[in-house]
């Protein structure tokens, strides 16, 4: 700002840059599909996950309980159960 303006009335510029806002905003929108994507991907491979880890525990349930010939018994302690249905 300390050079003279130009014959325009606008002050002296040393370089210019101009930005195409179209395809910047082109390339966010194929971005943000790309993360939904990725985050449904996600979602979908935890849901699995933890499908197989609950099937696996009642698998080892099952083998344990004909191993024992009874199913475990709860080892809550007394008064647990009343403490857990109550509501305030």
């Given at each position: ?34 993360k ?5 991907e ?44 109550t509501?305030?």
């Amino acid at each position: 700002m300390l050079k003279k303006k130009s014959a325009d009335g606008y002050y002296h510029r040393e370089k210019s840059v101009s930005f195409n806002l179209l395809q910047s905003r082109q390339r966010a929108t194929r971005t943000s599909v790309k993360k939904a994507s990725e985050d449904e991907e996600l979602v979908s491979l935890s849901k699995q996950l933890v499908e197989d880890a609950v099937l696996r525990a009642v698998q080892q349930y099952m083998e344990e309980t004909q191993q024992n010939g009874t199913a475990p018994k709860d080892e809550a302690p007394p008064g647990a159960a009343g403490k857990l249905n109550t509501t305030k």
